[in-house]
């Protein structure tokens, strides 16, 4: 199992903060994109470096290509964030993030879903080697 380096567990202690900070405020059932743009402005205010919607190329046989893969939030090119407001998480999700990860040569990455009651039941975190 992969162990985080300090800054990974600052930035996954502050990316839990400010979703949990955004849930408090908001409470579930609104649209992905808000729940992105208020989690983006949390981790501003703590000058926490980010990128919104970054494209992901798929590097194949030595040909890049563009086939519309994106992250929903790049935290300090340290960490994925995928982003959900939905009722379910589909388990496919799961399989995307690791392979984001892989793609990324990144380590750790969340799925949040913000439409849940508690938001401590909608973060998960996944780590690989």
């Known amino acids: ?9 600052f930035l996954c ?3 839990m903060n400010a979703a949990y900070k955004v849930h408090s405020q908001l409470g579930p059932g609104l649209l992905e994109k808000i729940y992105e743009a208020c989690l ?3 981790l501003d205010k703590k000058d926490i470096p980010f990128k919104r919607q970054v494209k992901l190329p798929i590097r194949y046989d030595g040909i890049d290509f563009d086939e519309g893969l994106q992250l929903d ?3 300090d ?12 998480i589909n388990p496919l999700w799961q399989a995307q993030l690791i392979s984001h990860l892989k793609l990324t040569g990144l380590h750790v990455g969340f799925i949040i879903n913000f439409n849940v009651p508690i938001i401590k039941n909608g973060i998960r ?4 080697q």
């Open 40 to 42: 983006c402005h949390e």
């Open 73 to 75: 939030v790049l935290v």
């Open 13 to 15: 202690k502050e990316i």
């Open 1 to 9: 199992m992969y162990t985080l380096n300090e800054t990974e567990e």
């Open 77 to 88: 090119n340290k960490i994925i964030c995928e982003l959900k407001a939905v009722e379910n």
């Open 125 to 128: 975190r996944y780590c690989i």
